[in-house]
Protein backbone atom coordinates (compact mmCIF):
# COMPACT_ATOMS: atom_id res chain seq x y z
CA UNK A 1 0.00 0.00 0.00
CA UNK A 2 0.94 3.95 -0.79
CA UNK A 3 0.69 6.99 0.42
CA UNK A 4 1.63 9.82 -1.63
CA UNK A 5 2.49 7.80 -4.95
CA UNK A 6 5.61 8.04 -6.39
CA UNK A 7 5.76 9.09 -10.30
CA UNK A 8 7.62 6.57 -12.47
CA UNK A 9 11.13 7.18 -12.93
CA UNK A 10 11.43 9.22 -15.89
CA UNK A 11 7.79 9.83 -16.58
CA UNK A 12 7.04 7.02 -19.39
CA UNK A 13 3.66 6.29 -18.72
CA UNK A 14 3.12 5.17 -21.99
CA UNK A 15 4.88 2.00 -21.53
CA UNK A 16 2.71 0.41 -19.12
CA UNK A 17 -0.29 -1.11 -19.57
CA UNK A 18 -3.38 0.46 -17.20
CA UNK A 19 -3.91 -3.11 -15.59
CA UNK A 20 0.01 -3.62 -14.77
CA UNK A 21 0.29 0.10 -13.83
CA UNK A 22 -2.63 -0.61 -11.05
CA UNK A 23 -1.07 -3.51 -9.64
CA UNK A 24 2.86 -1.81 -9.19
CA UNK A 25 1.78 1.48 -7.70
CA UNK A 26 -0.83 -0.69 -5.04
CA UNK A 27 -4.20 0.47 -3.98
CA UNK A 28 -4.61 4.07 -2.38
CA UNK A 29 -6.67 3.70 1.00
CA UNK A 30 -7.63 5.36 3.98
CA UNK A 31 -5.16 4.81 5.69
CA UNK A 32 -2.12 5.72 2.92
CA UNK A 33 -4.32 8.43 2.06
CA UNK A 34 -3.30 10.35 5.48
CA UNK A 35 0.48 10.73 4.84
CA UNK A 36 2.22 13.77 4.68
CA UNK A 37 2.47 15.05 1.31
CA UNK A 38 5.23 15.49 -1.19
CA UNK A 39 7.51 18.58 -0.69
CA UNK A 40 6.12 21.00 -3.14
CA UNK A 41 7.03 21.78 -6.78
CA UNK A 42 9.46 24.32 -7.54
CA UNK A 43 6.74 26.63 -9.17
CA UNK A 44 6.90 29.46 -7.00
CA UNK A 45 10.74 29.72 -6.82
CA UNK A 46 10.61 30.22 -10.40
CA UNK A 47 11.74 33.96 -11.92
CA UNK A 48 9.54 34.29 -14.42
CA UNK A 49 10.50 35.34 -17.77
CA UNK A 50 8.78 38.00 -19.77
CA UNK A 51 5.71 36.98 -22.05
CA UNK A 52 4.74 40.41 -22.77
CA UNK A 53 1.19 38.74 -23.59
CA UNK A 54 0.56 37.97 -20.31
CA UNK A 55 0.38 41.78 -19.23
CA UNK A 56 -2.59 41.70 -20.65
CA UNK A 57 -4.05 40.92 -17.06
CA UNK A 58 -3.05 44.12 -15.77
CA UNK A 59 -6.04 46.06 -17.55
CA UNK A 60 -8.30 43.18 -16.33
CA UNK A 61 -11.19 44.76 -14.26
CA UNK A 62 -10.71 42.43 -11.52
CA UNK A 63 -9.94 42.49 -7.83
CA UNK A 64 -7.09 39.88 -8.37
CA UNK A 65 -6.04 38.07 -11.30
CA UNK A 66 -2.67 35.65 -12.14
CA UNK A 67 -2.17 34.08 -15.23
CA UNK A 68 1.11 31.93 -16.53
CA UNK A 69 2.15 29.75 -20.03
CA UNK A 70 3.88 26.10 -19.36
CA UNK A 71 5.42 23.88 -21.87
CA UNK A 72 5.51 20.00 -20.35
CA UNK A 73 9.09 20.35 -18.75
CA UNK A 74 9.29 23.43 -17.28
CA UNK A 75 7.19 27.37 -16.73
CA UNK A 76 7.61 29.37 -19.45
CA UNK A 77 6.15 32.60 -18.29
CA UNK A 78 3.72 34.31 -15.19
CA UNK A 79 1.98 37.26 -14.42
CA UNK A 80 0.71 38.08 -10.97
CA UNK A 81 0.90 35.97 -7.89
CA UNK A 82 1.66 32.33 -8.59
CA UNK A 83 1.14 31.23 -4.83
CA UNK A 84 -2.34 32.54 -3.84
CA UNK A 85 -5.12 30.35 -3.98
CA UNK A 86 -8.82 31.25 -5.35
CA UNK A 87 -11.97 28.54 -6.33
CA UNK A 88 -11.42 27.08 -9.12
CA UNK A 89 -15.28 26.58 -9.95
CA UNK A 90 -15.12 24.05 -12.79
CA UNK A 91 -11.62 23.79 -12.98
CA UNK A 92 -12.19 21.23 -10.50
CA UNK A 93 -13.74 19.02 -13.16
CA UNK A 94 -10.69 18.46 -14.67
CA UNK A 95 -8.71 17.58 -11.12
CA UNK A 96 -11.62 15.14 -10.48
CA UNK A 97 -11.72 13.60 -13.61
CA UNK A 98 -7.97 12.68 -13.14
CA UNK A 99 -8.67 10.93 -9.54
CA UNK A 100 -11.19 8.83 -11.16
CA UNK A 101 -8.98 7.52 -13.74
CA UNK A 102 -6.36 6.88 -11.22
CA UNK A 103 -9.08 4.72 -9.60
CA UNK A 104 -9.65 3.33 -13.00
CA UNK A 105 -6.21 2.01 -13.53
CA UNK A 106 -6.16 0.55 -9.73
CA UNK A 107 -9.31 -1.20 -10.60
CA UNK A 108 -11.31 0.74 -7.69
CA UNK A 109 -14.22 1.91 -10.27
CA UNK A 110 -14.59 0.59 -14.22
CA UNK A 111 -15.56 3.50 -16.89
CA UNK A 112 -18.24 1.19 -17.55
CA UNK A 113 -19.79 0.55 -14.62
CA UNK A 114 -23.33 1.36 -13.85
CA UNK A 115 -23.10 5.29 -11.73
CA UNK A 116 -25.58 8.37 -11.34
CA UNK A 117 -29.47 7.32 -13.01
CA UNK A 118 -30.39 4.01 -14.74
CA UNK A 119 -28.73 3.19 -18.07
CA UNK A 120 -25.96 5.73 -17.03
CA UNK A 121 -22.32 4.57 -16.08
CA UNK A 122 -18.99 6.57 -14.90
CA UNK A 123 -18.24 7.60 -18.33
CA UNK A 124 -21.35 9.37 -19.07
CA UNK A 125 -20.70 10.64 -15.56
CA UNK A 126 -17.55 12.60 -17.17
CA UNK A 127 -18.61 13.35 -20.17
CA UNK A 128 -21.78 14.97 -19.23
CA UNK A 129 -24.11 12.56 -21.18
CA UNK A 130 -25.87 10.91 -17.95
CA UNK A 131 -28.70 12.93 -18.46
CA UNK A 132 -28.57 14.70 -14.88
CA UNK A 133 -29.16 18.54 -15.20
CA UNK A 134 -26.95 21.22 -14.08
CA UNK A 135 -28.37 21.01 -10.70
CA UNK A 136 -31.03 18.73 -9.75
CA UNK A 137 -30.85 15.24 -8.99
CA UNK A 138 -33.78 13.88 -11.53
CA UNK A 139 -32.40 13.10 -14.98
CA UNK A 140 -34.32 15.43 -18.33
CA UNK A 141 -32.51 13.37 -20.50
CA UNK A 142 -31.93 9.09 -21.02
CA UNK A 143 -28.11 8.85 -20.54
CA UNK A 144 -25.80 8.79 -24.19
CA UNK A 145 -28.75 11.08 -26.12
CA UNK A 146 -27.82 14.75 -25.03
CA UNK A 147 -24.66 16.61 -23.97
CA UNK A 148 -25.98 18.07 -20.62
CA UNK A 149 -22.72 20.01 -18.66
CA UNK A 150 -24.06 18.94 -14.89
CA UNK A 151 -22.60 19.55 -11.60
CA UNK A 152 -24.95 17.16 -10.29
CA UNK A 153 -23.25 14.52 -12.27
CA UNK A 154 -19.73 15.05 -10.71
CA UNK A 155 -21.11 15.40 -7.46
CA UNK A 156 -22.35 11.33 -8.25
CA UNK A 157 -19.66 10.70 -9.36
CA UNK A 158 -17.99 11.83 -6.22
CA UNK A 159 -20.38 10.00 -4.12
CA UNK A 160 -19.51 6.44 -6.18
CA UNK A 161 -15.71 6.87 -6.20
CA UNK A 162 -16.15 7.37 -2.40
CA UNK A 163 -18.03 4.37 -1.70
CA UNK A 164 -16.14 2.22 -4.22
CA UNK A 165 -12.64 3.39 -2.62
CA UNK A 166 -14.17 3.18 0.83
CA UNK A 167 -12.70 6.87 1.58
CA UNK A 168 -13.88 10.67 1.08
CA UNK A 169 -13.45 11.45 -2.11
CA UNK A 170 -11.19 14.79 -1.15
CA UNK A 171 -9.03 12.32 0.28
CA UNK A 172 -8.48 10.15 -2.28
CA UNK A 173 -8.16 13.02 -5.08
CA UNK A 174 -5.45 14.24 -2.24
CA UNK A 175 -3.69 10.61 -1.93
CA UNK A 176 -4.48 9.93 -6.21
CA UNK A 177 -3.36 13.94 -7.47
CA UNK A 178 -2.54 16.08 -5.25
CA UNK A 179 0.29 14.60 -3.59
CA UNK A 180 1.81 13.08 -6.54
CA UNK A 181 2.40 16.58 -8.23
CA UNK A 182 3.10 18.61 -5.03
CA UNK A 183 0.30 20.83 -5.20
CA UNK A 184 -1.26 22.70 -2.45
CA UNK A 185 -4.82 22.14 -4.00
CA UNK A 186 -7.40 21.99 -1.47
CA UNK A 187 -10.37 19.21 -2.95
CA UNK A 188 -12.43 20.05 -0.58
CA UNK A 189 -16.21 20.80 -1.34
CA UNK A 190 -18.01 20.08 -4.37
CA UNK A 191 -15.97 17.74 -6.82
CA UNK A 192 -16.77 18.99 -9.75
CA UNK A 193 -16.90 23.43 -8.25
CA UNK A 194 -15.58 23.81 -4.88
CA UNK A 195 -11.96 22.98 -5.37
CA UNK A 196 -9.18 25.96 -4.55
CA UNK A 197 -5.74 26.20 -6.31
CA UNK A 198 -3.12 28.62 -7.14
CA UNK A 199 -1.73 29.62 -10.51
CA UNK A 200 1.43 27.55 -9.61
CA UNK A 201 -0.96 24.33 -8.91
CA UNK A 202 -3.17 24.91 -12.10
CA UNK A 203 0.05 25.40 -14.36
CA UNK A 204 1.12 22.35 -12.95
CA UNK A 205 -1.76 20.12 -13.60
CA UNK A 206 -1.30 21.58 -17.10
CA UNK A 207 1.90 20.27 -17.22
CA UNK A 208 0.70 16.67 -16.00
CA UNK A 209 -2.34 16.90 -18.79
CA UNK A 210 0.38 17.59 -21.35
CA UNK A 211 2.90 14.87 -20.42
CA UNK A 212 1.27 12.32 -18.29
CA UNK A 213 2.60 10.87 -15.28
CA UNK A 214 0.04 10.17 -12.76
CA UNK A 215 -1.98 7.57 -15.66
CA UNK A 216 -0.72 5.93 -18.57
CA UNK A 217 -0.77 6.97 -22.31
CA UNK A 218 -3.31 4.86 -22.99
CA UNK A 219 -5.33 6.49 -20.62
CA UNK A 220 -5.02 9.53 -20.92
CA UNK A 221 -5.67 8.99 -24.28
CA UNK A 222 -8.80 8.08 -23.45
CA UNK A 223 -9.52 11.25 -21.14
CA UNK A 224 -9.06 13.57 -24.58
CA UNK A 225 -10.87 11.18 -26.70
CA UNK A 226 -14.86 12.07 -27.80
CA UNK A 227 -17.10 9.87 -26.02
CA UNK A 228 -20.71 9.62 -27.19
CA UNK A 229 -19.41 11.12 -30.72
CA UNK A 230 -22.68 13.66 -32.47
CA UNK A 231 -23.93 14.86 -28.88
CA UNK A 232 -25.67 18.50 -29.34
CA UNK A 233 -25.52 20.60 -26.00
CA UNK A 234 -24.81 23.92 -24.62
CA UNK A 235 -21.46 25.33 -23.38
CA UNK A 236 -22.82 27.14 -20.12
CA UNK A 237 -22.34 30.87 -21.20
CA UNK A 238 -21.21 30.05 -24.61
CA UNK A 239 -24.25 29.17 -26.43
CA UNK A 240 -25.43 25.68 -28.19
CA UNK A 241 -22.96 23.85 -30.27
CA UNK A 242 -23.57 20.89 -32.62
CA UNK A 243 -21.89 18.47 -32.09
CA UNK A 244 -20.19 19.49 -28.34
CA UNK A 245 -17.55 17.38 -28.10
CA UNK A 246 -16.55 16.34 -24.60
CA UNK A 247 -13.60 13.69 -23.20
CA UNK A 248 -13.52 12.22 -19.79
CA UNK A 249 -14.06 15.59 -17.49
CA UNK A 250 -12.41 18.13 -19.90
CA UNK A 251 -14.37 20.20 -23.12
CA UNK A 252 -12.26 19.41 -26.36
CA UNK A 253 -12.39 22.48 -28.61
CA UNK A 254 -13.11 20.52 -32.17
CA UNK A 255 -14.33 22.88 -34.50
CA UNK A 256 -16.14 25.29 -32.74
CA UNK A 257 -15.91 28.67 -33.46
CA UNK A 258 -15.92 31.67 -30.74
CA UNK A 259 -14.11 29.10 -28.74
CA UNK A 260 -12.92 30.50 -25.08
CA UNK A 261 -9.26 29.71 -25.66
CA UNK A 262 -9.19 31.74 -29.02
CA UNK A 263 -8.77 30.84 -32.56
CA UNK A 264 -5.32 30.52 -32.32
CA UNK A 265 -5.48 27.34 -30.42
CA UNK A 266 -5.62 23.81 -32.27
CA UNK A 267 -8.31 21.59 -32.98
CA UNK A 268 -6.82 19.25 -30.12
CA UNK A 269 -6.81 21.98 -27.77
CA UNK A 270 -8.99 20.75 -24.62
CA UNK A 271 -9.60 22.26 -20.73
CA UNK A 272 -12.19 23.39 -18.57
CA UNK A 273 -13.16 27.08 -17.51
CA UNK A 274 -14.81 27.90 -14.38
CA UNK A 275 -17.70 29.99 -13.36
CA UNK A 276 -15.54 31.91 -11.06
CA UNK A 277 -13.45 33.41 -13.09
CA UNK A 278 -11.12 30.90 -14.05
CA UNK A 279 -9.62 28.71 -17.21
CA UNK A 280 -7.04 26.17 -18.43
CA UNK A 281 -6.36 24.99 -21.68
CA UNK A 282 -4.08 23.05 -23.10
CA UNK A 283 -2.81 22.35 -26.50
CA UNK A 284 -0.90 19.39 -27.11
CA UNK A 285 -0.39 20.05 -31.22
CA UNK A 286 1.55 23.83 -29.86
CA UNK A 287 3.03 21.86 -27.05
CA UNK A 288 2.21 24.65 -24.44
CA UNK A 289 -1.22 25.02 -21.91
CA UNK A 290 -2.14 28.74 -20.34
CA UNK A 291 -3.94 29.64 -17.31
CA UNK A 292 -5.85 31.81 -15.58
CA UNK A 293 -6.94 32.61 -12.45
CA UNK A 294 -9.37 35.80 -11.15
CA UNK A 295 -11.52 36.42 -8.44
CA UNK A 296 -14.33 37.86 -10.25
CA UNK A 297 -17.50 35.47 -11.78
CA UNK A 298 -17.51 34.59 -15.55
CA UNK A 299 -19.25 37.16 -17.96
CA UNK A 300 -18.93 39.35 -21.19
CA UNK A 301 -15.67 40.54 -19.93
CA UNK A 302 -14.13 36.95 -19.65
CA UNK A 303 -15.61 36.19 -23.43
CA UNK A 304 -13.73 38.92 -24.96
CA UNK A 305 -10.42 38.57 -21.93
CA UNK A 306 -9.28 35.27 -22.48
CA UNK A 307 -9.77 34.44 -26.31
CA UNK A 308 -7.29 38.07 -26.93
CA UNK A 309 -4.64 36.67 -24.03
CA UNK A 310 -4.59 32.98 -25.38
CA UNK A 311 -4.03 34.68 -29.22
CA UNK A 312 -1.94 36.87 -28.05
CA UNK A 313 0.20 34.26 -26.29
CA UNK A 314 0.74 31.93 -28.76
CA UNK A 315 1.43 34.66 -31.54
CA UNK A 316 4.12 35.35 -29.42
CA UNK A 317 5.76 31.87 -28.38
CA UNK A 318 5.60 31.63 -32.31
Not at 63 to 91: H, K
Request: glycine residues 12%.
Amino acid sequence: MIGARSLPEGGDAGSVDVESRGRDRGRITARSAHKAPRSRSSDRAVVSPSVEALHQIDAWDVPFAAAGVTRAGEVVATRGDVARAVRLASVSKPVAALAVLVAAEEGVVDLDEPAGPPGSTVRHLLAHASGLPFEGAGPIARPGQRRIYSNEGFRVLGEHLSRRAEMGFSEYVRAAVVEPLGLTLDPSGHPGSGMHASLADVLALGRELLAPRLVAAETHAEMVRVQFPGLDGVLPDFGRFSPLDWGLGVELKGEKRGHWSGSATSRRTFGHFGGSGTFLWVDPERRVACAALTTREFGHWAKDAWPRLSDAVLGELG
